[in-house]
């Protein structure tokens, strides 16, 4: 099965930093990942998909980035909204496996 | 609108089969894939399986032997059914329309 990989486990960033989180597949997985958000008490919120394309409304802050095995989730001048937890997911194939996810802090 | 809405109950006890009910609304279980995602507390998501518009399904191989899903188009209803449940089952389970679309999330503890 394939692994997903994400790094680093948590980050603490500064209102207005730029912030770049990392995923790493096991194998080519092509462009097919996905990266979500999840806030404490909700649901996982799509951000991205296809590894670059930007969901319906999300602040173009947000880029994805990356093919085959790496990935990158880029957030421009982060807000202190940001803060949750981002996931990656493959998205074509089962096991539609998910990473394990990085924690982003605002300080 | 698209929504997505998880029932069952909410303690389970250790052995036993958990059923869970996804409702859906604003589209069609044979046009879309639902998948069941869950979440122990504290950690990550872990997905657990899917159907497909066609009505195939699949499922997380670390669990395949005690899941099932399956769904009622006439209703628009997508079923999980875990058996042999134990602790490290316990979690939110959530069904999603594959990506986009989430439900609320139901917790599920199994303890006796």
């Known amino acids: 099965n394939i692994v997903m990989t994400q790094s680093p486990k948590s980050m603490s960033i500064s209102v207005g930093d730029r912030v770049t989180m990392n995923c790493k597949a096991s194998?080519?997985?092509?462009?097919?990942i996905a990266w979500y958000q999840q806030k404490p008490g909700q649901s996982p919120k799509l951000l991205i998909y296809?590894?670059?394309n930007r969901y319906n409304g999300v602040p173009d802050r947000f880029t994805g980035s990356g093919y085959g095995t790496d990935f990158t989730l880029t957030i421009n001048s982060v807000q202190a909204e940001d803060a949750a937890f981002y996931y990656c997911?493959?998205?074509?194939?089962?096991?539609?496996?998910f990473g394990s996810g990085t924690k982003l802090e605002i300080k | 609108q698209v929504q997505l809405k998880e029932s069952g109950p909410g303690l389970v006890q250790p052995s036993q089969t958990l059923s869970l009910t996804c409702t859906v609304s604003?589209?069609?279980?044979?046009?879309?894939?639902v998948h069941w995602v869950r979440q122990p507390p504290g950690k990550g998501l872990e997905w657990v399986g899917a159907?497909?518009?066609?009505?195939?399904?699949d499922y997380n191989s670390a669990l395949k032997s005690r899941l099932s899903i399956s769904r009622d188009t006439s209703k628009s209803q997508v079923f999980l059914k875990m058996n042999s449940l134990q602790t490290e089952d316990t979690a939110i389970y959530f069904c999603?329309?594959?990506?986009?679309?989430w439900g609320q999330g139901v917790m599920v503890t199994v303890s006796s």
């Open positions: 999603t329309r594959f990506r986009d679309y």
């Open positions: 997911q493959r998205i074509y194939n089962s096991p539609f496996t």
């Open positions: 159907i497909w518009s066609g009505g195939s399904t």
């Open positions: 194998q080519n997985v092509y462009n097919n």
């Open positions: 296809y590894a670059s």
């Open positions: 604003g589209f069609s279980l044979t046009s879309n894939s």
